[in-house]
């Protein structure tokens, strides 16, 4: 039985640059409160809101989609106190529906078995639509792989990665199907993935067993459907990657897409190195931030583009 439960996600946290102030974008119409319960009026409504959310975030130049980010260097330092702020600390508490972390490091947690991954389409979505997600996820999938050097891939039955990309109405019909094959969803994540506001644009529930908290053995990420492309494809990228191990997101973290900002919406070559970091064999799942450091500042001078 899988116990613990961590939960990560991509929400939405503009920051404007005028006069020193951080708002949030309104894109109207926004879904009516009484229609964000799962109803096929409520995808509806979260669709118009997610193109016209996308529209305003490229019109004020984020959601970048570019991999390596000239205008923003780093070097040594910052990607280990990078890789400190998203890897030993939770975003969320563990187990709870979008309850902010208290903010105490954690431990070092990763996978030590293979990832096998498999996408999972509501009834509704087209089988053209389908097809090209599929064919996505399994691009980034085998980038993913090859930038951590962990086997993964994707499967079609005995998965231990899933993927659900459904609209709001669909959401739990095919979580019960999940649980029905033995997925080890319980109330806890059920709880997580039926409060979803429309500001959480996607997120991943990462469990492990008791007796090894710290080695992930299943994931579930869910990402909507009424997203356009380019916000799809951002929560495709966030929540695998944040599935891997590389659980929080930091204001001081860029170029990344582990910042909530949305400056980046694709995997950066900084994200990279910080997966590498994570899946280095010298940093075993369970190790304590004062246990790591001294490994952490070896690999981050390899890893390093400036080589300082």
Request: hydrophobic content about 40%; charged content about 25%; some cysteine.
């Amino acid at each position: 039985m899988l116990e613990f439960l961590r939960f990560f996600c991509l929400k939405l946290a503009v920051l404007l640059l005028l006069a020193g102030c951080a708002e949030r974008p309104t894109p109207r119409p926004g879904p009516p409160q009484e229609r964000q319960i799962g109803t096929p009026q409520a995808s509806e409504a979260l669709q118009e809101y997610y193109h016209q959310l996308e529209a305003t975030l490229r019109s004020r130049g984020l959601l970048r989609t570019d991999r390596r980010a000239k205008d923003v260097p780093f070097n040594k330092r910052d990607l280990l106190a990078n890789f400190e702020a998203v890897a030993f600390y939770d975003e969320y508490q563990r187990g709870s529906a979008f309850e902010t972390s208290n903010g105490q490091n954690a431990k070092l947690s990763k996978w030590a078995a293979p990832i096998r991954v498999k996408v999972h389409f509501g009834r509704s979505i087209d089988k053209s639509t389908q097809e090209q997600d599929e064919n996505y996820v399994s691009d980034f999938v085998s980038k993913l792989a090859q930038v951590t050097n962990h086997p993964m891939q994707m499967v079609s039955k005995n998965s231990n990665f899933d993927i659900l990309i459904s609209r709001e109405d669909e959401r739990p019909m095919m979580l019960d199907s999940l649980k029905a094959q033995g997925a080890p969803f319980g109330s806890a994540a059920n709880r997580i993935i039926t409060q979803m506001p429309r500001n959480i644009h996607c997120l991943v529930l990462a469990f492990s067993a008791p007796e090894t908290e710290d080695v992930y053995s299943h994931a579930l990420a869910v990402i909507r459907a009424e997203h356009p492309d380019i916000l799809k494809h951002a929560c495709i990228h966030e929540e695998i990657s944040q599935g891997l191990g590389l659980s929080n997101d930091s204001p001081r973290a860029r170029p990344s897409i582990f910042n909530d900002d949305d400056e980046f919406a694709f995997l950066t070559f900084h994200d990279e190195i910080l997966l590498k970091m994570l899946y280095d064999p010298r940093l075993s799942p369970g190790l304590s931030l004062d246990e790591a450091r001294p490994i952490l500042q070896q690999i981050a001078l390899e890893l390093s583009p400036s080589g300082t």
